[in-house]
């Protein structure tokens, strides 16, 4: 292995970390909505929505770091590789993919998740489509 094999996943980390940033903006941006629609009334919807939030919050939390320590080893097993120390670059740079692969299983449970929310909103939008005027 040489210093380009872990340089190579560099980008790819940032941006999905910044991917990452992003969905969490957009849920804290969420949550603050349903705050404020909950104020205004107390619908089912909302509460139905709070477990949801809750769990995609701390999946986000997760990938976040899960993709962090990542970028951390992959930087560890290039000063390995450059310091000419190759078993414990390979070690450092193997861990390093497979906490990639567990932040991005995270992410994609995220996603599940996240479409069973927007199930929720279509069936508070079809009720209130199907009550009599």
């Known amino acids: 292995m040489d210093l ?3 340089a190579l996943l560099f980008p790819a980390i940032s ?3 910044l ?3 992003n969905r969490f903006l ?3 941006q969420l949550i603050r909505q349903l705050h404020l629609r909950y104020k205004d009334d107390h ?3 909302v509460v139905r929505q709070i477990a949801n939030l809750r769990q995609r919050i701390t999946l986000i939390r997760r990938m976040q ?3 962090v320590m990542s970028f951390i080893l992959c930087a560890v097993a290039m000063f390995l590789v450059f310091i000419h120390l190759d078993m414990a670059a390979q070690f450092a740079f193997g861990l390093s993919l497979f906490l990639l692969l567990l932040s991005l299983i995270f992410s994609f449970y995220e996603i599940t998740i996240s479409t069973r929310a927007i199930e929720i909103e279509l069936e ?3 009720q209130k489509l199907n009550q009599p005027i």
Do not use: F, H, M, R
Request: charged share 20%; no cysteine; hydrophobic share 50%.
């Open 124 to 126: 508070d939008l079809e």
């Open 4 to 6: 380009t094999t872990p």
């Open 15 to 17: 941006l999905l970390l």
């Open 19 to 21: 991917a990452y940033t």
């Open 26 to 28: 957009v849920l804290a």
């Open 43 to 45: 619908k089912e919807v």
């Open 65 to 67: 770091a899960l993709g």
